[in-house]
Structures are given as C-alpha cells and as structure tokens.
Antibody, heavy 120, light 107 residues
C-alpha cells in the first residue's frame, strides 16, 4: 500500500523560503511522477508542479519563477522549495502521486496535507 | 485552460440524483479529465479519470461522462457520506494541470 507523508515547518516568514518534503512508502519513487498541490484556506485546489525522477519538472506558470521540485531516490522522498513567500502562499500543501505512467493522468494517491502559514 | 464548475452548491436529499457540470474554455481530451471528492479536513480522493473510468474502490453510483468542453459527474443515488466538495481537473497541452473551483454537495 503506497502512502505519502508531508513534513516541514508549519510557519515561514515573509520573503523566506518554504521547504517541504514528501516521504513515499510502499513503492519505489522511480516508478511514478510526483506532484505538489496546494489549497489556500477556504479555497480550491492549485497545482504547483510535478516531476519524474529522471526528467525535467513542470511547474504552474504562475509560480514558475519561485518554485523548485526535486527527487531523492536514495531516501524515496521528493521536495518542494518555494522562494520569496508572501501571505498569499499560506495554504495546505499536499504531495500526490501522478499516475501518468499507468495512463491515468490524475492524482491517485495523496498525502494528508500539511498547513503552512506565512507570518513574521 | 479554465474549468468552470456548476452549480456552486447543490442541496439534495439522500436517494436523489446529483448532476455536476464541468465546462472548459478549450477542448480537453477525455483522457485527461478527472474528478475528485474532498471532505472537510481531508485530502481529495480520486473518483473518476479518463472522464468516465471509476478509480479503484469507487462505488458504481458515481459515473462520469462528456467530451470536448462539457463534462458531467453524476451520483445516481446520494448517500449521506457523499457530502463534500467535488473538483474537476484537466491536463493540458502545455503539460500543466488545472482544477475547477468546485461544487459543494450538501445533503
């Protein structure tokens, strides 16, 4: 059974960098695409980006200048970095498996989400 | 691609049929259209992918249909546990994903 778990600071200061990690258990990270999705309080879902372990990441154009997603196959984890955060970046951040390799083109497994606040 | 979901809120009784709409401003390949259910405090759950294929363990009262720019999620007979917010999602030519703003189903 594949499970995802987000971890990272729950509070980030404005202008600093948000860093989150997603630990994948139950499957090798190299077999799938992996993604980050966020949800601001009371709002809908916003796709942040995705990558395959050996490929070039794809990012939401609205965040592309500030975001970076990377994979560490040795620890079966993938990470999100978002630079120069503002209060608008406060959200629940979800990591998710993107089942492109099985033809689903959808997010079939999600982490529980982690809330990140932005405040000085 | 912008996805517009309607109605914003649907108030129905158990046993009734729910019809949720997702309209795109450009053509979407059926292979790239999915639906999710989200309950308060929980992560979204994949219901439908490829516009009409139920994900694993999804009851058959959930069905998806549509093509081009018009897609529909139907819940044939609402159960009390079906309350929540439903999102459609598409994968576009620019290799990016977008979500609709959701339809809230109130029981």
């Amino acid at each position: 059974q594949v499970q995802l778990q987000e971890s990272g600071p729950g509070l980030v200061k404005p202008s600093e960098t948000l860093s989150l990690t997603c630990t994948v258990s139950g499957a090798p990270i190299s077999n799938y695409y992996w993604s980050w999705i966020r949800q601001s309080p009371g709002k809908g879902l916003e796709w942040v980006g995705y990558l395959f372990y050996s490929g070039t990441p794809n990012y939401n154009p609205s965040l592309k200048s500030r975001v970076s997603i990377s994979v560490d196959t040795s620890t079966n984890q993938f990470s999100l970095r978002l630079n120069s955060v503002t209060p608008a970046d406060a959200a629940v951040y979800y990591c998710a498996r993107l089942a492109i390799t099985t033809g689903l083109y959808a997010f079939d497994i999600w982490g529980q989400g982690t809330m990140v606040s932005v405040s000085s | 691609i912008v996805l517009t979901q309607s109605p914003g809120t649907l108030s129905l009784s158990p046993g009734e049929r729910a019809t949720l709409s997702c309209r795109a401003n450009q053509r979407v390949s059926s292979s790239y259209l999915a639906w999710y259910q989200q309950k308060p405090g929980q992560a979204p759950r994949l219901l439908i992918y490829g516009a009409s294929t139920r994900a694993a363990a999804i009851p058959d009262r959930f069905s998806g249909s549509g093509s081009g720019t018009e897609f529909t999620l139907t819940i044939s007979r609402l159960e009390p546990e079906d309350f929540g917010v439903y999102y459609c999602q598409q994968y576009g030519n620019s290799l990016t994903y977008t979500f609709g703003r959701g339809t809230r189903v109130e029981i």
